[in-house]
């Protein structure tokens, strides 16, 4: 065996899309898998780590706005007033509020908390879509303007998760606006700013093999056509993976035909360079040619059911898009939950009371299982989600993975090939027992996190 190579031995382990048995997974120096051999012999076996459980690839969560965590919970009650209405337009002003109290101390313990539960809920690399810049008056951080991003750097460094860095542009506060409302003066970014952070993110975490940089768009009604052009181009000049809100709301695409005399799409598509490293976060309401277009490109969608339920944004068309042989990833989003299994659940089941079907994944993904046939796609999504090779034991991906709790009541005396089908669809939800990122255990949910957690929640809501 190589120098700095290290093997793990796992009875059983999700490969190329299937359960295999007697696994030897070997690791290279990098923290990648250098071979992934089912069947191994005895012989093969011998000095190997032992992993006691089944073993499943980690999941990367394709969207998290992390500071949005310490909402959780606090916007499930109906506004105020005869006429008030609750929707995604009244969630996000609480949104604001909460966004215009956090300090980069407080956000390190938000994500601190928010990324040891991810872990636990089986993801080992999330993309955060962060446009939580200024400090709370709107003025750019003096020392280091990225100073909000290298808070959840520090949070990620503390858990151990992989971190996809997204500095978001965010110039208008809608269509027809020429700048930002007072309670937006937090998120104002232009496309060198962008970059700058970009810069100075690599440039601290240079040598981290768990921690990338890309970009973000907030949507395009926050940044005009030339803005995004701007960033974009050099997001392509540079490699790096772009995000962008699209398509979430219906009041959104109503105000872009006004707007454009296009869809938010359908106008994306014919005025972006759109591409491979692309994604695009929701897409809700998108018509079947728009989700072929977008295939067209070699974009992905990343898709947030339950953010999507809780904000009633509507139920994306899996079918569509499945038809044309979309890309997708998953994510989490505001964090009304921290589970990967959660989120692939949620996505079935409101196909299904949509369409009034069962197993719609598995028909549309051409799959024996829904389970499977989700996993397997969202598992895909990682790559472009992140720019890096993070889709499942196999060489040269990233060393990332899970072992389940046999001893979980979801998983007891299920039979070896339905593991994967109760994990997704028994609740309630299955532990994970252990979480490897990179070939290195780490932990779920260490006592200095939610202590941290608890006290930012105090400072933030009990004053």
């Not at 359908?266 to 491979?276: K, S, T």
């Not at 290195?440 to 608890?454: D, G, I």
Request: glycine share 10%; with cysteine.
């Amino acid at each position: 065996m190589g120098k700095g190579m290290k093997t793990f031995f796992a009875p059983q382990a999700w490969v190329q899309g299937a359960w295999a048995k007697d696994v030897l997974l070997t690791m290279a120096a990098n923290g990648n898998w250098h071979s992934v051999q089912p069947g191994a012999t005895a012989q093969q076996q011998a000095g190997a780590t032992q992993l006691p459980g089944p073993v499943l690839p980690g999941l990367v969560n394709a969207h998290s706005h992390a500071f949005q965590r310490a909402m959780a919970g606090l916007t499930e009650r109906r506004s105020a007033g005869a006429h008030a209405s609750d929707d995604f337009w009244s969630w996000r002003d609480r949104m604001y509020s909460a966004a215009n109290r956090i300090t980069p101390q407080q956000l390190e313990a938000i994500a601190g908390q928010l990324y040891a539960e991810l872990l636990a809920g089986g993801y080992t690399q999330v993309c955060d879509f962060h446009y939580l810049h200024n400090d709370i008056n709107g003025a750019a951080y003096y020392a280091d303007p990225a100073e909000m991003a290298l808070a959840l750097v520090r949070a990620a460094r503390r858990t151990g998760i992989g971190l996809t860095l997204l500095p978001t542009l965010y110039m208008r506060s809608g269509f027809k606006a020429t700048g930002l409302r007072e309670d937006q003066r937090r998120f104002f970014s232009t496309p060198e700013s962008v970059m700058r952070m970009v810069e100075s993110i690599q440039r601290q975490t240079r040598g981290d093999a768990r921690i990338n940089v890309g970009v973000a768009v907030h949507s395009l009604r926050a940044a005009g056509p030339s803005a995004m052009q701007e960033l974009t181009a050099a997001a392509k000049e540079a490699g790096l993976p772009v995000h962008i809100h699209i398509a979430e709301q219906t009041q959104e695409v109503e105000d872009c035909i006004a707007h454009t005399g296009q869809r938010p799409i359908e106008w994306l598509l014919g005025n972006a360079d759109v591409d491979a490293r692309w994604n695009l976060v929701h897409a809700t309401h998108a018509t079947p040619a728009e989700l072929q277009g977008v295939q067209g490109t070699g974009a992905s969608i990343v898709i947030c059911p339950a953010t999507e339920a809780n904000l009633g944004d509507g139920v994306f068309d899996l079918s569509a898009y499945a038809a044309a042989g979309g890309k997708w990833s998953i994510g989490s989003d505001s964090h009304v939950t921290r589970s990967w299994p959660e989120e692939l659940r949620l996505l079935e089941y409101s196909q299904r009371l949509a369409l009034r079907q069962r197993n719609i994944a598995a028909r549309v993904l051409a799959n024996e299982s829904s389970a499977a046939g989700l996993f397997e796609a969202a598992l895909a999504g990682g790559f472009p989600a992140t720019g890096r090779m993070q889709a499942g034991l196999a060489p040269g991906h990233r060393a990332d993975f899970v072992m389940l709790d046999l001893d979980s009541p979801a998983l007891l005396g299920v039979p070896a090939g339905h593991l994967l089908d109760a994990l997704v669809f028994s609740s309630p939800g299955a532990a994970f027992g252990e979480v490897y990122v990179a070939g290195e255990a780490v932990s779920a949910l260490p006592s200095q996190h939610t202590e941290a957690f608890a006290r930012a929640m105090r400072e933030l809501w009990e004053a």
